[in-house]
């Protein structure tokens, strides 16, 4: 956003939408309700003390900071680090004390399913997996002290002094048949921490779809058990629309038995 765009859009507490999404429906009736209403940017300020916003628009050469603690001002001055952002919007909120689980990438995953699931434009989560994989021994060794101990060198000398005077010879017992196979004796499994964006709001509104040809088997499947948290495909569906005084397009799915807690979890 520009500068006159962040006074516009977010220096009214009661800048909303609905009008102009309203205004735009009278003028065509081929318009998605997805994503069309939400409680606004302010709402922001239930679970933070301030909020931050950086913005640069193409048409704008500079990028700007908007600052606001919801106290009935705000704050627009270019930002002092430059252009750090070629085009876009940052939204930062600094969380109150008591909306500390905000941060948790559990309850942020759970926010963006239950709200945000079918809007159209992708939503992605920048979240940690731990993976396992083989290292070599030698990295693991080769990380730590390179001083030269001379006790510990002493040490092994007698070892091997007294290793040749009693002329003792140590096999390994281990069986022929478990031998560890080539390569992997040198290998060793370890577990890592790592960063990756993923994809949250991964179903489509196919129901949405003007022709129900181009919907596969799979995307329905798909839909029911993202929607249902079910792990078995339905027993049947249904792909309908309806056209009169009230028009919509819907899809009807039939599960294969009773869920335990139907009549009491409704999500």
Same mark, same amino acid.
Request: contains cysteine; charged residues 35%; negative net charge.
């Given at each position: 956003?520009?500068?006159? #765009?962040?006074?516009?859009?977010?220096?009214?507490? !009661?800048?909303?939408?609905?009008?102009?999404?309203?205004?735009?429906i009278?003028?065509?009736?081929?318009?998605?309700?997805?994503?069309?209403?939400?409680v606004?940017?302010?709402?922001?300020?239930?679970?933070?003390?301030?909020?931050t916003?950086?913005?640069?628009?193409?048409?704008?050469?500079?990028?700007? &900071?908007?600052?606001?603690? !919801? #106290?009935?001002?705000f704050?627009?001055?270019?930002?002092?680090?430059?252009?750090?952002?070629?085009?876009?919007?940052?939204?930062?909120?600094?969380?109150?004390?008591?909306? +500390?689980?905000?941060?948790?990438?559990?309850?942020?995953?759970?926010?963006?399913?239950?709200?945000?699931?079918?809007?159209n434009?992708? +939503?992605?989560?920048? +979240?940690?997996?731990?993976?396992?994989?083989?290292?070599?021994?030698?990295?693991?060794?080769?990380?730590?002290?390179?001083?030269?101990?001379?006790?510990? !060198?002493?040490?092994?000398?007698e070892a091997?002094? #007294?290793?040749?005077?009693?002329?003792v010879?140590?096999?390994?017992?281990? =069986? =022929? =048949?478990?031998?560890?196979?080539?390569?992997?004796?040198?290998?060793?499994?370890?577990?890592?921490?790592?960063?990756?964006?993923?994809? &949250?709001?991964?179903?489509?509104a &196919?129901?949405l779809?003007?022709?129900?040809?181009?919907?596969?088997?799979?995307?329905?499947?798909?839909?029911?058990?993202?929607?249902?948290?079910?792990?078995?495909?339905?027993l049947?569906?249904?792909?309908?629309?309806?056209?009169?005084?009230?028009e919509?397009?819907? +899809?009807?799915?039939?599960?294969?038995?009773?869920?335990? #807690?139907?009549?009491?979890?409704?999500?």
């Amino acid at each position: 956003m520009t500068k006159d #765009d962040l006074i516009k859009n977010l220096g009214t507490v !009661a800048k909303s939408g609905t009008t102009q999404f309203l205004e735009q429906i009278g003028k065509t009736q081929d318009m998605n309700l997805i994503g069309q209403f939400g409680v606004g940017f302010y709402s922001s300020f239930l679970v933070a003390n301030k909020v931050t916003v950086v913005s640069k628009n193409n048409n704008d050469p500079n990028q700007h &900071i908007w600052i606001s603690s !919801a #106290d009935g001002r705000f704050a627009i001055t270019k930002d002092p680090r430059g252009n750090t952002m070629k085009r876009g919007t940052k939204v930062t909120l600094h969380l109150k004390a008591d909306a +500390i689980e905000f941060c948790e990438q559990d309850k942020i995953k759970e926010l963006i399913k239950k709200y945000s699931l079918f809007t159209n434009f992708p +939503i992605y989560l920048y +979240i940690s997996k731990e993976v396992t994989k083989q290292v070599d021994l030698k990295d693991e060794d080769s990380v730590g002290d390179d001083t030269y101990d001379d006790d510990e !060198a002493t040490t092994k000398d007698e070892a091997e002094t #007294d290793t040749e005077t009693d002329d003792v010879k140590v096999k390994d017992e281990k =069986d =022929d =048949d478990e031998k560890i196979p080539d390569g992997k004796e040198n290998k060793k499994t370890i577990t890592e921490t790592i960063w990756e964006w993923e994809l &949250i709001n991964q179903q489509k509104a &196919i129901w949405l779809r003007s022709n129900k040809n181009e919907v596969t088997e799979q995307e329905y499947f798909d839909l029911y058990k993202g929607i249902a948290k079910d792990t078995e495909n339905p027993l049947s569906y249904s792909h309908f629309s309806t056209e009169g005084d009230v028009e919509f397009k819907s +899809i009807l799915f039939i599960p294969q038995g009773r869920s335990t #807690d139907m009549t009491e979890s409704y999500y």
